[in-house]
């Protein structure tokens, strides 16, 4: 058995598995339930295999000098420091997301950017943490991860070879899926070097290497898949245009669709990589094949 497998709920990641799906809500529900379930809804009819949100506690993670700082929000001018706490879930709504997910037949996790969201988020039984590449250099949120026993996601943009590696000693490599990303918010295509995928994939031959694409466009995405990407997260929207600063990097529900779509054909198309004859080929072989040839070679 492969040791590139990982266990995330009741499926399973990595290669010769289905490409596992997630739809990366973030914080584009803007503080609203509501915008929550109708992406979880978006998601699930895509065929998605999870969805995730990302869990602060905002004391922690604004720097102390932003915290008063006012600026424009839909719900007016406020310090940044309560417009952290107006798009933050508290319990109450998780326990909500986690009941609508269960419905939908989709599962849920997040990105704990503090060791308290982590111990907010084992009150739940997700299938997985993330690390965003904002935290691949936080070794004290990476050592609380660990300790959970689950499977960690991390994503490695703006992250050097070297903290990768750092980052993949902290955490153990036993439990781990990496993926590729570049943390611009959108990316352009000559920067997103899919080619790391398979960099990754030689540098950690036990590791299961995904994507996480903040690209507009879709093609980007089928090729990580087409590159041996095991994984796969896009930010997702109701609608680009709606405030917010993730929402244009992220794709909307027909595109969504399509992705899902696109990627299990991709899945089917690239095979076990074994050539052989397939028996639909017989009839034009015979048709068009002048000399036969041997046949056993």
């Known amino acids: 058995m492969s040791t590139r497998l990982r266990t995330l709920g009741t499926k399973t990641a990595g290669p010769g598995q289905p490409v596992y799906v997630c739809g990366e809500i973030g914080i584009n529900h803007n503080g609203d339930l509501d915008n929550a379930f109708k992406l979880i809804d978006v998601a699930a009819e ?13 004391e922690i993670c604004t720097p102390r ?27 109450d709504e998780y326990r909500k997301i986690d009941e609508y997910c269960k419905e939908k037949g989709i599962d849920w996790f997040a990105s704990p950017w503090d060791n ?13 943490h993330k690390v965003a590449s904002a935290s691949l250099t936080d070794d004290e949120l990476l050592r609380e991860l660990r300790a959970t026993g689950r499977t960690v996601i ?30 611009t ?3 352009k295509a000559e920067e997103l070097n899919l080619r790391v995928i398979q960099t ?31 994984f796969v997260e896009r930010h997702i929207t109701l609608d680009r245009a709606m405030w917010g600063s993730d929402q244009a990097a ?30 639909s080929e017989l009839g034009p072989m015979k048709k068009l094949r002048r000399v036969q040839g041997d046949a056993a070679a």
């Not at 994503?155 to 570049?182: F, W, Y």
């Not at 036990?206 to 507009?216: A, L, M």
């Not at 399509?258 to 397939?278: F, N």
């Open 185 to 187: 918010y959108p990316a």
């Open 250 to 279: 992220s794709v909307e529900p027909q595109g969504l669709q399509r992705l899902v779509r696109d990627i299990r054909t991709i899945e089917t198309a690239l095979g076990d990589g074994v050539k052989k004859v397939y028996e």
């Open 65 to 91: 000098d932003q915290w008063d700082i006012e600026r424009d929000t839909p719900w007016g001018r406020m310090t940044y420091i309560d417009y952290r706490h107006r798009v933050e879930f508290g319990e």
């Open 116 to 128: 308290e969201a982590v111990a907010f988020l084992e009150k739940f039984d997700v299938p997985a």
């Open 46 to 58: 895509a065929g998605c295999d999870a969805v995730k949100f990302q869990k602060r506690t905002p």
């Open 154 to 183: 991390l994503s490695t943009g703006m992250s050097t070879p070297k903290q990768i590696r750092h980052a993949v000693e902290v955490l153990g490599s036993d439990n781990i899926l990496l993926c590729h990303a570049t943390s």
């Open 200 to 230: 990754l994939q030689e540098e950690y031959p036990n590791v299961p290497i995904g994507y996480s694409g903040h690209e507009t466009g879709l093609q980007t995405t089928l090729a990580a898949v087409a590159l041996g990407a095991t």
